[in-house]
């Protein structure tokens, strides 16, 4: 078991969805937070709620200065969590260039950034914790998810690699892969989505896992198990199963 009072972690997408509720379990055990995301005044609203100690430094994951400016202001921290994240519905039938750009840019090269500002010195003095934000959406293709599968299978990727290369060290990876979250983006979707769950079980289950020695989590188990199967399944099996736009 992890031990979490006293600790001060870098939580970068705090202000909205999973990373907000997350932020609030983090507080409950005495985590002190440094809190990242665009917004200013939704960052501060949060800190000033929080039951334990919170400090905000805003950041637009897209722009290499701001990102190390806000883990300079966060100075030494004994963990970075990453949930920042930008989500259209996309099928191949209605393209469009500049919202997969951007969903590319903040949920992996976002990811990339923030890593670039901590990981180093985390690895200088063998000790730090990395948890990384995926989806289940990243197993397998489905459609309308482009810009998005893509930009979470990279973050496996990236952080099965963070993993296999750390593994050992002082410095623990982890990788969280929720389904559904009930959030702004999700909102975009017209579609029935299974498991959806709200912010606040989103992050139960993912705090549950940081405290874990686990690597990697998928939730809610039984969505994470079916589609988990799915990835068994030979591609003339897999995509009958899904829905497409015709």
Request: net charge neutral; with cysteine.
């Amino acid at each position: 078991m992890r031990e979490w009072s006293g600790k001060t972690y870098w939580l970068v997408g705090a202000s909205e969805g999973l990373g907000r509720a997350l932020a609030g379990q983090l507080s409950k055990v005495g985590v002190s937070l440094v809190l990242s995301a665009r917004n200013q005044d939704r960052l501060q609203g949060l800190a000033d709620e929080l039951p334990g100690r919170a400090r905000i430094a805003p950041c637009d994951v897209t722009d290499t200065g701001s990102v190390e400016a806000a883990a300079a202001e966060a100075g030494e921290i004994d963990g970075m969590i990453y949930t920042a994240g930008a989500y259209w519905p996309m099928s191949a039938r209605a393209w469009d260039t500049e919202k997969a750009l951007t969903t590319l840019d903040v949920n992996l090269a976002g990811a990339s950034r923030a890593l670039g500002a901590v990981l180093p010195k985390m690895i200088a003095r063998d000790r730090g914790h990395i948890v990384l934000t995926g989806s289940l959406a990243a197993y397998r293709g489905f459609p309308a998810a482009t810009a998005y599968g893509a930009s979470k299978a990279g973050i496996m990727h990236l952080a099965e690699a963070l993993y296999a290369d750390l593994r050992g060290s002082g410095v623990a990876v982890q990788l969280a892969n929720p389904g559904f979250v009930k959030t702004r983006m999700s909102k975009k979707n017209d579609f029935h989505m299974p498991g959806l769950m709200e912010p606040e079980d989103a992050a139960r289950r993912m705090f549950e896992h940081m405290g874990s020695d686990n690597f990697k989590s998928g939730f809610p188990g039984g969505v994470s198990s079916m589609i988990r199967f799915g990835q068994l399944l030979p591609d003339w099996a897999w995509y009958p199963l899904t829905r497409s736009e015709k």
